[in-house]
Every structure is written in structure tokens, then in C-alpha cells.
């Protein structure tokens, strides 16, 4: 009995711990992005759009086909309604009437009703609309995927940015403290300056301020990674791209000197949408002038009775059926519709100015993403060289500073030269990567 209470109690630990295990994601930046493209909470939304947009192209459609509908009446004439009629109907005097009482107690109608439209113009280009509304949504997908991949980008650079930081700042500190204990006892024994130790100690005190803030950057950046991939911000997610490497893929000049085609743009072809949009709604207008014409058909049974006993075998149903054709013909609406008209003409005027303002637009943010994708490749050759310079001078100076050539403050400045090359040497790599996708948003390259 024991064995079994024992057992039990292992497998239910296990139990718990095996849900309590939290989930684990190795994502390479390509991976990161197509994870995204079907997971992250705007795309699931944007899919869910375009569902919903089918569903409405054939509401619109099922608008025009057969409709049948069928139902059933029953009325309880609790005082039935009465008239008068001359009672010498009944054998009564002439010029004298009798009150009499028309109709049964209770009444049911069981009725089926089918109909049909034949011709309605406005029918035709609702036809037309829903698919522009399907094809809106669609873009607006194609638009949600270019605008996640370009975050899922930054956010994944963030990240190595902050993971690449707090390594180049861990091995700074491990050099200063080795630095800063040889200046200590360098000091005890009489041969350099207190001052010495303390500008070191300064430069120590702000490496470990940096690095106690990037690792809390590292934790956020790691979460908002998380939240744009459409997972738990618990998960845990390892990244396998490096930063270095990112960056050296994506030094390709000649990826901005190709000719840019507006026209392929996801904001030129959703303006586009919005002016057919503003087309069809004209349309829409006109085709309220044209007559309408439908059809019905008509079949039902009515029973009458002064006690409710309709569902009884003796009980008697009539019949009836009847086909009706309605033909209606605008004729004079006090030109309410003219305006109408015109204020669908001014909409469409409206939508074919804004096409051509976004067409500009997007010219202008092409040249503008163009030249910031070339500057940060420049920056980035600049940045290296400096880092390059700032590292020779460093060690020249802690070289010196060790001699006692040079004192603790050039030394110093020559540290704060080197963590700010460091610096700038990583940020110069994430903008090569966020520049890029900010130009392959625009080109619509996916």
C-alpha cells in the first residue's frame, strides 16, 4: 500500500513538473521572421480579416440568389370584430339593422415564401465591391507581414546588440580590475599618485553601472523579441545568428543602386484599392437610377376554427399560392440623388489626388532609406577603423600608464575613447541590418 502511495506521488511530481518545464525557441533571424509571419498576434488578426472578408463576398452574393422563407401566423380573435347589415337579411323589419359578428376565433396560417431578384444595378456592383473588399484585405495582410518582418529585424538586432554589448563590456571590466590592482599596489609601495588609483576606480564604477544596465536592456530587448514572435515573453529563445555576421550579409551596395517600382509598393497598391473603392462607390450612386425588378412566389394553407383544435385530423386547411413580379422605377427623388452623385464624384477626385501623393511619398522615402542604408555602410567602415585606432592608442597608453610615461587621466581618456569606439562599432552593425529591412519594406521585398 505504501509502494502505491509512493508512486503516486512520484508521478504526480512529475506531473507538475513537467508543466511548470517552460517552453524553448531557437530561432535564426529568417526562422525568427517566418515564425512571426504566422504567429504574432497582428498576423493572426490580419488572416482572421481576410476570413471575414470572404465571408461577406459571399453574403453579398447570396444576396442575389434564391431566398426562401417560411412561417406560421396564428391570431386568437379574443372579441371578434362586428358590423351591421339590414336586418331583413334575418327576416327583420326593413330600415332596421342587425349587429353580426364576422370570422372565427382562431385563425393559423402556415406560409412559404420564395424570392427572387431578377435585375438590380445595385446588385452588380455590390458584386464588384466585395471583391475590393476582399482584395483591401489581402494587402492589408501583404502590409502586416512587411511591417512585422522589419520589427522582428530590429528587435532580433536589439537583442544581439545588447548580448554583444554586455560581453565587450564583461571583458573591459575584467581588464580594468586586473589594471586597477596592479595600480593599487603599484600605489602601496610609494611610486605613483593616489589620484592614479582613483580615476581608475571612477572608469571601474561606470563600467559597472553599463553593464548592470545592458543587462537589464538585454532582458526587455529579449521580451519584446518575444512579444513580436508571437510567443510567451517567459519562453525561453535562443538566437544562433551572430551580430558580425548579420551585418557582413547584408553589405551589398549594389542592392540600392536597382530602380525603384512605386507601383509594387504595398501603400501604392492599398491608395490604389481605396480609388477603385471610391470608383465602384460612384457607380454605386448611378445604379440607384436604374429600375429594379424581382420576383416572388408564394404557397401557404390558412385554417379557421372557433376552438383551437388545429392539429386535429378534422380540422380543415385552404390552400393558397399566388406568383408576384415587382417592378420599381426611380423617377424623381428632389435630386437628392444628383447630390449624392457628387459627393461620390468629389470621393473619387479625393482617393485619385491621394494616389498620387503617396506615389511622391514613397519616392521620397526611398531616396531618404536609400541614403541611410549607404551612410551606415560608411559609417560602419569608419566605425571599424576607429575601433581599430582607439584600441592601439588604448593599449599604447596603458603600456605608458604601467611605466609611469603617462598619467592616469590620458590613460583614462583613452578608455573612455575605446568603449565609445566599441559602442559605436556595434550600433553601426544593427543599423546596416535595421537600414536594409527599412529599404526592403519600401521595394516590398520579402
Keep these: 500500500m505504501k509502494q502505491n502511495i509512493i508512486i503516486t506521488l512520484l508521478l504526480l511530481v512529475n506531473s507538475l513538473l513537467a508543466q511548470e518545464k517552460k517552453e524553448s525557441y531557437s530561432f535564426s533571424l529568417q526562422q525568427a521572421i517566418d515564425h512571426a509571419i504566422q504567429h504574432n498576434y497582428s498576423a493572426i488578426n490580419a488572416n482572421r480579416d481576410i476570413e471575414a472578408a470572404k465571408q461577406k463576398k459571399w453574403e453579398t452574393t447570396a444576396s442575389g440568389l434564391p431566398q426562401i422563407n417560411a412561417g406560421v401566423d396564428y391570431q386568437n380573435n379574443f372579441e371578434l370584430q362586428k358590423s351591421v347589415v339590414p336586418a331583413e337579411f334575418f327576416g327583420g323589419n326593413p330600415g332596421e339593422f342587425a349587429t353580426v359578428a364576422f370570422g372565427t376565433k382562431h385563425n393559423m396560417t402556415a406560409r412559404s415564401t420564395l424570392s427572387q431578384l431578377i435585375f438590380d444595378g445595385s446588385y452588380i456592383v455590390a458584386l464588384q465591391a466585395s471583391k475590393t473588399y476582399l482584395k483591401y484585405y489581402e494587402n492589408a495582410k501583404v502590409k502586416t507581414n512587411s511591417e512585422i518582418r522589419e520589427l522582428v529585424i530590429n528587435a532580433y538586432g536589439n537583442v544581439l546588440l545588447a548580448q554583444e554589448s554586455i560581453s565587450i563590456l564583461e571583458k573591459n571590466k575584467a581588464t580594468l580590475t586586473k589594471t586597477l590592482f596592479d595600480t593599487e599596489q603599484t600605489y602601496k609601495n610609494g611610486l605613483i599618485e593616489e589620484e592614479n588609483v582613483e580615476q581608475l576606480q571612477i572608469t571601474l564604477a561606470t563600467i559597472n553601472s553599463n553593464l548592470n544596465n545592458t543587462k537589464r536592456l538585454l532582458d526587455v530587448a529579449n521580451k519584446m523579441l518575444k512579444f513580436t514572435l508571437g510567443i510567451d515573453i517567459n519562453a525561453e529563445l535562443t538566437l544562433t545568428d551572430k551580430l558580425d555576421s548579420l551585418s557582413g550579409s547584408n553589405l551589398d551596395l549594389a542592392f540600392s543602386q ?10 501604392y497598391l492599398m491608395a490604389s484599392n481605396f480609388q477603385e473603392q471610391k470608383t465602384l462607390e460612384l457607380k454605386l450612386e448611378r445604379s440607384k437610377a436604374l429600375p429594379s425588378l424581382a420576383a416572388n412566389l408564394n404557397f401557404g394553407y390558412n385554417a379557421f376554427n372557433d376552438q383551437f383544435k388545429f392539429f386535429q385530423k378534422d380540422q380543415r386547411w385552404l390552400n393558397y399560392s399566388n406568383l408576384g413580379i415587382s417592378l420599381n422605377v426611380p423617377i424623381f427623388s428632389s435630386f437628392g440623388r444628383s447630390a449624392r452623385t457628387q459627393q461620390a464624384k468629389i470621393a473619387l477626385e479625393q482617393a485619385k489626388t491621394q494616389l498620387t501623393a503617396t506615389e511622391q511619398q514613397l519616392k521620397l522615402q526611398y531616396e531618404k532609406a536609400k541614403s541611410e542604408f549607404e551612410f551606415s555602410i560608411e559609417e560602419y567602415a569608419t566605425s571599424k577603423s576607429n575601433l581599430n585606432l582607439a584600441e592601439r592608442i588604448e593599449k599604447k597608453q596603458q603600456i605608458k600608464f604601467a611605466e609611469g610615461l603617462s598619467s592616469s587621466f590620458d590613460f583614462s581618456e583613452a578608455q573612455r575613447q575605446l568603449y565609445t569606439a566599441q559602442q559605436t562599432y556595434l550600433q553601426s552593425m544593427v543599423n546596416i541590418i ?13
Design 258 to 267: 536597382s530602380e525603384f517600382a512605386v507601383t509594387n509598393n504595398i501603400d
Design 434 to 446: 535595421n537600414k536594409k529591412a527599412t529599404l526592403e519594406k519600401i521595394i516590398n521585398k520579402n
